[in-house]
Protein backbone atom coordinates (compact mmCIF):
# COMPACT_ATOMS: atom_id res chain seq x y z
CA UNK A 1 0.00 0.00 0.00
CA UNK A 2 1.49 3.07 -1.06
CA UNK A 3 0.03 6.61 -2.04
CA UNK A 4 1.19 8.76 -4.02
CA UNK A 5 2.40 11.41 -1.72
CA UNK A 6 5.12 14.07 -1.86
CA UNK A 7 7.33 15.43 1.16
CA UNK A 8 7.90 18.42 1.81
CA UNK A 9 10.41 19.68 5.25
CA UNK A 10 8.92 22.65 7.28
CA UNK A 11 9.53 24.64 10.30
CA UNK A 12 6.52 23.53 12.26
CA UNK A 13 4.91 19.38 12.38
CA UNK A 14 1.17 20.64 12.35
CA UNK A 15 1.71 23.29 9.97
CA UNK A 16 3.54 21.02 7.63
CA UNK A 17 1.34 18.11 8.35
CA UNK A 18 -2.03 20.41 7.04
CA UNK A 19 0.00 21.82 4.15
CA UNK A 20 1.13 18.25 2.91
CA UNK A 21 -1.64 16.46 2.83
CA UNK A 22 -3.79 19.54 1.25
CA UNK A 23 -0.91 19.57 -1.59
CA UNK A 24 -1.66 16.08 -1.58
CA UNK A 25 -5.58 16.89 -2.73
CA UNK A 26 -4.04 19.56 -5.31
CA UNK A 27 -4.10 22.86 -3.02
CA UNK A 28 -0.81 24.19 -3.15
CA UNK A 29 -0.57 25.84 0.00
CA UNK A 30 2.26 26.70 2.24
CA UNK A 31 2.96 26.42 5.33
CA UNK A 32 2.94 30.10 6.59
CA UNK A 33 -0.59 30.14 5.15
CA UNK A 34 -1.68 27.54 7.17
CA UNK A 35 -0.11 28.49 10.35
CA UNK A 36 -1.73 31.98 9.71
CA UNK A 37 -4.98 31.20 8.39
CA UNK A 38 -4.99 29.13 11.44
CA UNK A 39 -4.75 31.68 14.05
CA UNK A 40 -0.52 29.27 14.90
CA UNK A 41 0.38 33.24 16.99
CA UNK A 42 -0.49 32.36 20.28
CA UNK A 43 0.85 32.46 24.02
CA UNK A 44 -0.78 31.03 27.09
CA UNK A 45 0.46 30.52 30.51
CA UNK A 46 -1.01 28.05 32.97
CA UNK A 47 0.47 27.79 36.21
CA UNK A 48 -2.12 25.25 37.75
CA UNK A 49 -0.32 22.91 35.32
CA UNK A 50 2.50 20.91 35.31
CA UNK A 51 4.47 19.72 32.45
CA UNK A 52 7.61 17.94 32.98
CA UNK A 53 7.19 19.16 36.49
CA UNK A 54 7.17 23.08 35.40
CA UNK A 55 4.23 25.03 35.16
CA UNK A 56 2.75 24.47 31.46
CA UNK A 57 3.86 27.46 28.86
CA UNK A 58 2.27 27.25 25.28
CA UNK A 59 3.33 29.28 21.98
CA UNK A 60 0.23 27.83 20.21
CA UNK A 61 -3.36 26.69 20.43
CA UNK A 62 -3.93 23.24 21.61
CA UNK A 63 -2.68 20.40 18.79
CA UNK A 64 -5.35 20.01 16.07
CA UNK A 65 -6.83 23.92 16.10
CA UNK A 66 -4.44 25.44 13.51
CA UNK A 67 -5.43 22.43 11.03
CA UNK A 68 -9.03 23.17 12.12
CA UNK A 69 -9.03 26.57 12.28
CA UNK A 70 -7.29 27.14 8.91
CA UNK A 71 -9.45 24.68 7.12
CA UNK A 72 -12.95 26.14 8.44
CA UNK A 73 -11.29 29.72 7.43
CA UNK A 74 -11.11 27.86 3.99
CA UNK A 75 -14.02 26.08 4.12
CA UNK A 76 -13.01 22.70 4.02
CA UNK A 77 -14.04 19.55 6.49
CA UNK A 78 -11.24 17.51 8.15
CA UNK A 79 -12.29 14.68 9.46
CA UNK A 80 -11.05 13.41 12.79
CA UNK A 81 -11.19 10.02 14.46
CA UNK A 82 -9.88 8.63 18.10
CA UNK A 83 -10.15 5.03 18.71
CA UNK A 84 -10.45 2.77 22.12
CA UNK A 85 -8.23 -0.23 21.10
CA UNK A 86 -4.72 -0.17 19.04
CA UNK A 87 -6.27 -3.46 16.68
CA UNK A 88 -9.27 -0.16 15.68
CA UNK A 89 -6.74 1.63 14.70
CA UNK A 90 -3.91 0.35 12.71
CA UNK A 91 -7.21 -1.61 10.98
CA UNK A 92 -8.78 1.99 10.13
CA UNK A 93 -5.52 3.49 8.66
CA UNK A 94 -4.88 0.57 6.44
CA UNK A 95 -7.86 1.13 5.20
CA UNK A 96 -7.25 4.60 4.18
CA UNK A 97 -4.16 3.72 2.58
CA UNK A 98 -5.75 1.60 0.46
CA UNK A 99 -8.39 4.00 -0.58
CA UNK A 100 -5.17 6.23 -1.35
CA UNK A 101 -5.51 8.81 1.73
CA UNK A 102 -2.65 9.77 3.40
CA UNK A 103 -3.74 10.22 6.93
CA UNK A 104 -2.73 12.35 9.43
CA UNK A 105 -1.77 11.27 13.03
CA UNK A 106 -1.03 12.82 16.40
CA UNK A 107 1.47 10.91 18.17
CA UNK A 108 4.30 11.12 21.05
CA UNK A 109 7.63 12.08 20.75
CA UNK A 110 9.35 10.12 22.99
CA UNK A 111 9.58 6.30 20.95
CA UNK A 112 9.90 7.81 17.54
CA UNK A 113 12.80 5.35 16.63
CA UNK A 114 13.81 8.04 13.89
CA UNK A 115 14.26 10.70 16.02
CA UNK A 116 17.50 12.10 17.80
CA UNK A 117 18.15 11.63 21.37
CA UNK A 118 18.19 14.75 22.59
CA UNK A 119 15.18 15.71 20.64
CA UNK A 120 13.28 12.52 22.47
CA UNK A 121 10.79 14.01 25.33
CA UNK A 122 7.48 12.99 26.92
CA UNK A 123 5.18 14.79 25.04
CA UNK A 124 1.90 13.48 22.91
CA UNK A 125 1.64 16.97 20.28
CA UNK A 126 3.44 15.61 17.51
CA UNK A 127 1.87 15.44 14.18
CA UNK A 128 3.21 13.33 10.94
CA UNK A 129 1.48 11.67 7.92
CA UNK A 130 1.20 7.98 7.11
CA UNK A 131 1.47 7.49 3.30
CA UNK A 132 2.06 4.24 2.73
CA UNK A 133 3.08 0.69 4.18
CA UNK A 134 5.29 -2.16 2.99
CA UNK A 135 5.05 -5.16 4.90
CA UNK A 136 4.65 -4.53 8.48
CA UNK A 137 6.48 -1.08 7.90
CA UNK A 138 4.90 2.05 7.73
CA UNK A 139 6.03 5.03 5.23
CA UNK A 140 6.16 7.92 7.38
CA UNK A 141 6.41 11.66 6.47
CA UNK A 142 7.32 13.52 9.33
CA UNK A 143 7.65 17.08 8.02
CA UNK A 144 10.29 18.29 10.70
CA UNK A 145 12.52 15.22 9.11
CA UNK A 146 14.50 16.34 6.21
CA UNK A 147 13.07 12.80 4.10
CA UNK A 148 10.41 10.63 4.50
CA UNK A 149 11.15 7.79 6.94
CA UNK A 150 9.61 4.41 8.62
CA UNK A 151 7.72 2.84 11.36
CA UNK A 152 7.29 -0.82 11.78
CA UNK A 153 3.01 -1.23 13.18
CA UNK A 154 4.35 -1.78 16.99
CA UNK A 155 6.48 1.46 16.70
CA UNK A 156 4.10 3.24 15.50
CA UNK A 157 1.38 1.68 17.89
CA UNK A 158 3.22 2.54 20.53
CA UNK A 159 3.75 6.30 19.89
CA UNK A 160 0.15 6.70 18.47
CA UNK A 161 -1.10 4.64 22.10
CA UNK A 162 1.56 6.99 24.09
CA UNK A 163 0.43 8.11 27.73
CA UNK A 164 0.24 11.16 29.67
CA UNK A 165 -0.85 14.75 29.10
CA UNK A 166 -2.60 15.05 25.58
CA UNK A 167 -2.97 11.21 25.09
CA UNK A 168 -3.24 10.92 21.18
CA UNK A 169 -5.43 7.60 21.80
CA UNK A 170 -4.65 6.90 18.27
CA UNK A 171 -5.79 10.64 16.93
CA UNK A 172 -6.42 10.36 12.79
CA UNK A 173 -7.45 13.01 10.19
CA UNK A 174 -7.74 13.86 6.92
CA UNK A 175 -9.16 16.12 4.60
CA UNK A 176 -12.41 15.06 3.78
CA UNK A 177 -14.13 17.72 1.93
CA UNK A 178 -12.53 20.74 -0.26
CA UNK A 179 -14.83 23.29 -1.52
CA UNK A 180 -14.34 23.85 -5.94
CA UNK A 181 -13.46 27.69 -5.01
CA UNK A 182 -11.33 28.94 -1.80
CA UNK A 183 -11.84 32.32 -1.06
CA UNK A 184 -8.29 33.14 0.28
CA UNK A 185 -8.86 36.73 0.90
CA UNK A 186 -11.98 36.40 3.43
CA UNK A 187 -10.08 33.62 5.32
CA UNK A 188 -7.18 35.65 5.81
CA UNK A 189 -8.74 39.03 6.99
CA UNK A 190 -10.37 36.49 9.36
CA UNK A 191 -7.86 34.47 10.39
CA UNK A 192 -5.64 37.84 11.33
CA UNK A 193 -8.21 39.32 13.29
CA UNK A 194 -8.87 35.86 15.33
CA UNK A 195 -5.00 36.48 15.50
CA UNK A 196 -4.77 40.00 17.12
CA UNK A 197 -8.25 39.08 19.21
CA UNK A 198 -6.02 36.22 21.22
CA UNK A 199 -2.96 38.10 21.72
CA UNK A 200 -4.74 41.15 23.07
CA UNK A 201 -7.46 38.95 25.19
CA UNK A 202 -8.51 39.97 28.70
CA UNK A 203 -7.55 37.36 30.17
CA UNK A 204 -4.44 37.19 32.37
CA UNK A 205 -2.81 33.90 31.26
CA UNK A 206 -3.43 34.64 27.39
CA UNK A 207 -1.53 36.55 25.03
CA UNK A 208 0.58 39.72 26.38
CA UNK A 209 -1.14 39.75 29.81
CA UNK A 210 -0.25 35.60 29.67
CA UNK A 211 3.42 37.21 29.05
CA UNK A 212 3.15 40.46 30.99
CA UNK A 213 2.32 37.40 33.56
CA UNK A 214 5.54 34.85 33.45
CA UNK A 215 7.98 37.64 33.29
CA UNK A 216 6.78 39.20 36.78
CA UNK A 217 6.65 35.63 38.13
CA UNK A 218 10.61 35.20 37.12
CA UNK A 219 11.50 37.62 39.27
CA UNK A 220 9.83 36.76 42.39
CA UNK A 221 10.86 32.80 41.63
CA UNK A 222 14.23 32.98 43.03
CA UNK A 223 13.25 34.37 46.14
CA UNK A 224 10.30 31.88 46.31
CA UNK A 225 11.54 28.90 45.07
CA UNK A 226 15.04 29.35 44.69
CA UNK A 227 17.64 29.45 42.17
CA UNK A 228 17.61 25.95 41.36
CA UNK A 229 14.05 25.40 40.44
CA UNK A 230 13.83 28.66 38.91
CA UNK A 231 16.52 27.72 36.45
CA UNK A 232 14.50 24.65 35.65
CA UNK A 233 11.33 26.38 34.71
CA UNK A 234 13.07 28.65 32.56
CA UNK A 235 14.92 25.65 30.84
CA UNK A 236 11.40 24.54 30.38
CA UNK A 237 9.71 27.92 29.22
CA UNK A 238 13.34 27.70 26.94
CA UNK A 239 12.48 24.17 25.51
CA UNK A 240 8.74 24.94 24.79
CA UNK A 241 9.45 28.23 23.39
CA UNK A 242 12.83 26.70 20.69
CA UNK A 243 12.51 22.95 20.68
CA UNK A 244 9.04 21.86 20.69
CA UNK A 245 7.90 23.12 17.04
CA UNK A 246 9.12 26.61 16.94
CA UNK A 247 7.56 28.36 19.75
CA UNK A 248 8.55 32.05 20.25
CA UNK A 249 10.85 33.23 18.08
CA UNK A 250 10.09 30.89 15.26
CA UNK A 251 6.79 31.05 14.98
CA UNK A 252 7.18 35.29 14.69
CA UNK A 253 9.39 34.30 11.33
CA UNK A 254 5.87 32.01 9.85
CA UNK A 255 3.87 34.60 10.93
CA UNK A 256 5.79 37.51 9.09
CA UNK A 257 6.12 35.23 5.87
CA UNK A 258 1.90 34.66 6.45
CA UNK A 259 1.85 38.66 5.91
CA UNK A 260 3.92 38.62 3.51
CA UNK A 261 1.72 36.56 1.11
CA UNK A 262 -1.51 37.77 2.46
CA UNK A 263 0.17 41.49 1.37
CA UNK A 264 0.02 39.92 -2.28
CA UNK A 265 -3.03 37.94 -1.78
CA UNK A 266 -5.38 41.12 -0.62
CA UNK A 267 -3.12 43.62 -2.48
CA UNK A 268 -2.26 45.40 1.23
CA UNK A 269 1.47 46.39 0.85
CA UNK A 270 1.45 47.73 4.37
CA UNK A 271 1.57 43.94 5.52
CA UNK A 272 4.73 44.12 4.34
CA UNK A 273 6.02 46.71 6.93
CA UNK A 274 3.70 44.46 10.12
CA UNK A 275 5.97 41.36 8.52
CA UNK A 276 9.40 43.47 9.12
CA UNK A 277 8.20 44.26 12.81
CA UNK A 278 6.98 40.79 13.44
CA UNK A 279 10.28 39.25 12.39
CA UNK A 280 12.71 41.97 14.44
CA UNK A 281 10.50 41.28 17.54
CA UNK A 282 11.48 37.37 16.54
CA UNK A 283 14.82 38.52 16.66
CA UNK A 284 13.82 39.68 20.53
CA UNK A 285 12.82 36.55 21.70
CA UNK A 286 15.57 34.54 20.37
CA UNK A 287 17.75 36.88 22.27
CA UNK A 288 15.60 36.49 25.29
CA UNK A 289 16.04 32.64 24.99
CA UNK A 290 19.91 32.87 24.72
CA UNK A 291 19.87 34.77 27.77
CA UNK A 292 17.53 32.15 29.71
CA UNK A 293 20.00 29.67 28.44
CA UNK A 294 22.85 31.27 29.61
CA UNK A 295 21.22 31.29 33.25
CA UNK A 296 20.27 27.43 33.40
CA UNK A 297 23.65 26.18 31.82
CA UNK A 298 25.50 28.67 34.81
CA UNK A 299 27.49 30.56 32.00
CA UNK A 300 26.01 34.18 32.99
CA UNK A 301 28.23 36.55 34.27
CA UNK A 302 25.12 39.31 34.47
CA UNK A 303 24.60 41.13 37.25
CA UNK A 304 20.28 40.62 38.69
CA UNK A 305 19.80 38.20 35.91
CA UNK A 306 16.57 37.02 36.77
CA UNK A 307 15.47 40.75 36.63
CA UNK A 308 16.85 41.72 33.07
CA UNK A 309 15.43 38.45 32.14
CA UNK A 310 12.02 39.36 33.46
CA UNK A 311 12.27 42.78 31.72
CA UNK A 312 12.84 41.70 28.39
CA UNK A 313 9.77 39.60 28.58
CA UNK A 314 8.22 42.61 29.30
CA UNK A 315 9.18 44.76 26.57
CA UNK A 316 8.22 41.88 24.46
CA UNK A 317 4.30 42.08 25.49
CA UNK A 318 4.63 45.60 25.17
CA UNK A 319 6.35 45.20 21.38
CA UNK A 320 3.32 42.74 20.21
CA UNK A 321 0.49 44.99 22.15
CA UNK A 322 1.39 47.37 20.11
CA UNK A 323 1.99 45.40 16.81
CA UNK A 324 -1.69 43.44 17.28
CA UNK A 325 -3.36 47.18 18.19
CA UNK A 326 -2.33 48.62 14.98
CA UNK A 327 -2.67 45.21 13.00
CA UNK A 328 -6.08 45.04 13.73
CA UNK A 329 -6.80 48.20 13.20
CA UNK A 330 -5.08 47.81 9.27
CA UNK A 331 -6.93 44.85 8.90
Not at 84 to 111: E, H, I, M, R, W
Not at 113 to 137: A, C, I, Q, S
Amino acid sequence: MSTDFKHFQSAHCENGVASNLLKNKGIDISEPMIFGLGSGLFFVFLPFLKVNHAPAISYRPMPGMIFNRAAKNLGIKVKRHKFKSNQSAQQFLDQQLKANNPCGLQVGVYNLTYFPEEYKFHFNGHNLVVYGKENDTYLISDPVMETTTALTENELEKVRFAKGVLAPKGHLYYPEYIPDELNFEKAIKQAIKKTCREMLAPVPIVGVRGIRMVAKRIKKWPTKIGNAKTNYFLAQMVRMQEEIGTGGGGFRYIYAAFLQEASVKLNRPELNNFAIEISEIGDKWRDFAVNASRVYKKRSNTQDIYNVISNQLLELADLEESFFKRLRKSI
